[in-house]
């Protein structure tokens, strides 16, 4: 079964920065279309930045511009770089098969066992 470990998050204040990274145990992580999703408190979780394995990548539009996918496929390692950081970024962060639509882009990747997360705390 394939699991997914996510790491790197904290208590930071509003504009400050932070990389986030996901590791996969699956083998097939480096043909298969990746994603970052964040749960706020009483919200659903929602997709906010994919990556196809050439490293073609698409954002929601509440963090573009200020945060980046990007991976290791050699690593089985994907990360976000997160800048400019707000109270409204405050959430549990995951990683995941790309699912969903992003801008333009449908993905449609299989679900793996969600990971823990990792917290990440935006005060103000």
């Known amino acids: 079964q394939v699991q997914l470990v996510e790491s790197g998050g904290g208590l930071v204040q509003a504009g400050e920065s932070l990389t986030l990274s996901c590791t996969s145990s699956g083998r097939g992580f480096s043909s298969n279309d990746m994603a970052w999703y964040r749960q706020a408190p009483g919200k659903q979780r929602e997709m906010i930045a994919g990556i196809d394995p050439g490293s073609r990548t698409n954002y929601h539009a509440s963090v573009k511009g200020r945060f980046t996918i990007s991976r290791d496929n050699g690593k089985n390692t994907m990360y976000l770089q997160m800048t400019r950081l707000a109270p409204e970024d405050t959430a549990v962060y995951y990683c995941?098969?790309?699912?969903?639509?992003?801008?333009?882009?449908?993905?449609?990747?299989?679900?793996?066992?969600w990971g823990p997360g990792t917290q990440v705390t935006v005060s103000s």
């Open positions: 995941n098969g790309a699912r969903g639509r992003l801008g333009n882009r449908l993905y449609a990747t299989r679900h793996d066992p």
